[in-house]
C-alpha cells in the first residue's frame, strides 16, 4: 500500500516531450503534405500559363481538407499513454490509493496542447500556398481550431476505451469505426438523403442541408474552406457552433467517464 501511495503525481513536462513514436507521426504527417503540396504547386498551379489566384484558393482548399483526412488517420495512433498514465490493471503497482480526478482532466489539458502543436505544425505550409499564390491571408485558423478540436475528441474517446475491459483489438475496430463514420459514411447518408429529398444545393453551407450533417468535421471545414474562396453561405457560422456545441461536452462527458471507470476500479483495490 505504500507503494501505491507513493505513485508519481502528474507532470507538465511530458506535456511538451511527446515521445519519439509521436514525433516520428508528426513528421511523417508533413512529410506527406509537403510532398502533396510540391506536387501540386509543380504538376498544376505553376505550370498554367500567366497568373491564376483560382488554382491557388483550390490549391489551398483540396491541402486543408487532405490535410484533416491524413490527420484523423494519424490521431487514432497517436500515443497518449506515457502521458496519461491511466490505468485499470488492477495488477499495476503504480495505482495510487485515490483516484487521480485532477490529473486526469489535466491530462485532458495536455492532449490538447499537443494537438495543437500537431495541427499548428502545418501552418508554414498553408502561409506557402498564400505567398506563392499571392493571396490575401485568409482566416485560416478556424479550420485548424475544428481540426484540434475533433483530434481531442478522438484520443479522448481512446483514452475512455483504454479504461474499459474490452480487448485492446476492440478498442482499435471501434476507433476506427468512429473515424470511418464520421468522416466517410455521413457523406453516403447525406448522398441518399440529397437524392431521395431531391434537393437542389447551391452551397456547401446551404440552408437545405440538415444541421446533423455539419457533425461532420470535413464538411464543415470544406464550407468554411468554399466561402472563404468566394462561395455562398446560408447559413452563417451556425455549422462552426453545431461543432462546438457537440464536440466540447463530448470530450467532457467521455472524460467523466474515464474518471468513473478509474474510481470504479480504485474501489476494487
Same mark, same amino acid.
Request: proline share 6%; hydrophobic share 55%; charged share 10%.
Given at each position: 500500500?505504500?507503494?501505491?501511495?507513493?505513485?508519481?503525481?502528474?507532470?507538465?513536462?511530458?506535456?511538451?516531450?511527446?515521445?519519439?513514436?509521436? @514525433?516520428?507521426?508528426?513528421?511523417?504527417?508533413? @512529410?506527406?503534405?509537403?510532398?502533396?503540396?510540391?506536387?501540386?504547386?509543380?504538376?498544376?498551379?505553376?505550370?498554367?500559363?500567366?497568373?491564376?489566384?483560382?488554382?491557388?484558393?483550390?490549391?489551398?482548399? !483540396?491541402?486543408?481538407?487532405?490535410?484533416? +483526412?491524413?490527420?484523423?488517420?494519424?490521431?487514432? %495512433?497517436?500515443?497518449?499513454?506515457?502521458?496519461? &498514465?491511466?490505468?485499470?490493471?488492477?495488477?499495476?503497482?503504480? +495505482?495510487?490509493?485515490?483516484?487521480?480526478?485532477?490529473?486526469?482532466?489535466?491530462?485532458?489539458?495536455?492532449?490538447?496542447?499537443?494537438?495543437?502543436?500537431?495541427?499548428?505544425?502545418?501552418? =508554414?505550409? @498553408?502561409?506557402?500556398?498564400?505567398?506563392?499564390? $499571392?493571396?490575401?491571408?485568409?482566416? *485560416?485558423?478556424?479550420?485548424?481550431?475544428?481540426?484540434?478540436?475533433?483530434?481531442?475528441?478522438? +484520443?479522448?474517446?481512446?483514452?475512455?476505451?483504454?479504461?474499459?475491459?474490452?480487448?485492446?483489438?476492440?478498442?482499435?475496430?471501434?476507433?476506427?469505426?468512429?473515424?470511418?463514420?464520421?468522416?466517410?459514411?455521413? =457523406?453516403?447518408? %447525406?448522398?441518399?438523403?440529397?437524392?431521395? $429529398?431531391?434537393?437542389?444545393?447551391?452551397?456547401? *453551407?446551404?440552408?437545405?442541408? =440538415?444541421?446533423?450533417?455539419?457533425?461532420?468535421?470535413?464538411?464543415?471545414?470544406?464550407?468554411?474552406?468554399? @466561402?472563404?474562396?468566394? &462561395?455562398?453561405?446560408?447559413?452563417?457560422?451556425?455549422?462552426?457552433?453545431?461543432?462546438?456545441?457537440? !464536440?466540447? =461536452?463530448?470530450?467532457?462527458?467521455?472524460?467523466?467517464?474515464?474518471?468513473?471507470?478509474?474510481?470504479?476500479?480504485?474501489?476494487?483495490?
Amino acid at each position: 500500500m505504500a507503494d501505491k501511495a507513493s505513485a508519481e503525481p502528474f507532470h507538465w513536462k511530458g506535456v511538451l516531450d511527446m515521445g519519439s513514436r509521436n @514525433i516520428t507521426l508528426m513528421l511523417s504527417y508533413l @512529410i506527406i503534405l509537403t510532398l502533396v503540396l510540391t506536387g501540386y504547386l509543380l504538376m498544376v498551379a505553376l505550370p498554367v500559363e500567366g497568373y491564376n489566384p483560382g488554382d491557388y484558393e483550390l490549391g489551398y482548399l !483540396y491541402f486543408i481538407a487532405f490535410q484533416l +483526412l491524413l490527420f484523423s488517420l494519424v490521431v487514432p %495512433f497517436w500515443e497518449v499513454e506515457q502521458l496519461t &498514465g491511466l490505468s485499470i490493471e488492477q495488477s499495476n503497482p503504480s +495505482l495510487p490509493v485515490k483516484p487521480p480526478s485532477l490529473a486526469v482532466f489535466r491530462c485532458l489539458g495536455a492532449l490538447l496542447w499537443q494537438m495543437a502543436i500537431f495541427v499548428l505544425a502545418s501552418v =508554414p505550409l @498553408i502561409l506557402l500556398i498564400f505567398i506563392a499564390g $499571392g493571396l490575401n491571408m485568409l482566416n *485560416f485558423l478556424w479550420p485548424l481550431v475544428l481540426q484540434v478540436l475533433w483530434g481531442v475528441f478522438i +484520443l479522448s474517446v481512446r483514452v475512455f476505451l483504454s479504461t474499459t475491459s474490452l480487448p485492446k483489438n476492440w478498442q482499435s475496430f471501434l476507433l476506427m469505426l468512429l473515424v470511418f463514420t464520421a468522416l466517410i459514411l455521413t =457523406p453516403v447518408f %447525406f448522398y441518399f438523403y440529397y437524392e431521395y $429529398g431531391q434537393l437542389v444545393l447551391t452551397t456547401v *453551407f446551404d440552408r437545405d442541408i =440538415p444541421g446533423l450533417f455539419f457533425l461532420n468535421p470535413l464538411l464543415t471545414v470544406t464550407g468554411l474552406l468554399y @466561402i472563404q474562396t468566394g &462561395g455562398t453561405n446560408q447559413v452563417g457560422w451556425a455549422p462552426v457552433v453545431y461543432n462546438l456545441c457537440f !464536440y466540447c =461536452p463530448a470530450i467532457l462527458i467521455f472524460w467523466l467517464l474515464t474518471l468513473r471507470n478509474l474510481n470504479k476500479v480504485y474501489r476494487e483495490v
